[in-house]
């Protein structure tokens, strides 16, 4: 089992940034990648970044690459997103996910974190 769970998020101006949190804690192991996902309102959840647990290489989805980077502490058990040059269409709901490399299926998610961008 993994728990994950997400802080960060909140309200800002189009332009500004923000940086997400997950901590992740129980069986955490190089055998996981960790992801962002975001739903908007009334749109399905979508891809965001990963990031592989052990390896750091890290996939964006084509929407985020060049304003958004994700990160890991793996001392700190946490993974991160920094969000710069937010545009009010990336306001959704933020989830943390963990995937084991044996399944192949984000199995655990967050709660999620409100990120809200004003125009």
């Known amino acids: 089992q993994v728990q994950l769970v997400e802080s960060g998020g909140g309200l800002v101006q189009a332009g500004g940034s923000l940086r997400l949190s997950c901590a992740a804690s129980?069986?955490?192991?190089?055998?996981?990648?960790l992801g962002w996902f975001r739903r908007a309102p009334g749109k399905e959840r979508r891809f965001v970044a990963a990031i592989g647990w052990s390896s750091g290489s890290t996939t964006y989805t084509d929407s985020v690459k060049g304003r958004f980077t994700i990160s890991r502490d793996n001392a700190k058990n946490t993974v991160y997103l920094q969000m710069n040059s937010l545009k009010p269409e990336d306001t959704a709901v933020y989830y943390c996910?963990?995937?084991?490399?044996?399944?192949?299926?984000?199995?655990?998610w967050g709660q999620g974190t409100q990120v809200t961008v004003s125009s």
């Open positions: 129980g069986r955490t192991d190089s055998s996981y990648t």
């Open positions: 996910a963990a995937r084991h490399t044996v399944t192949n299926t984000y199995d655990y």
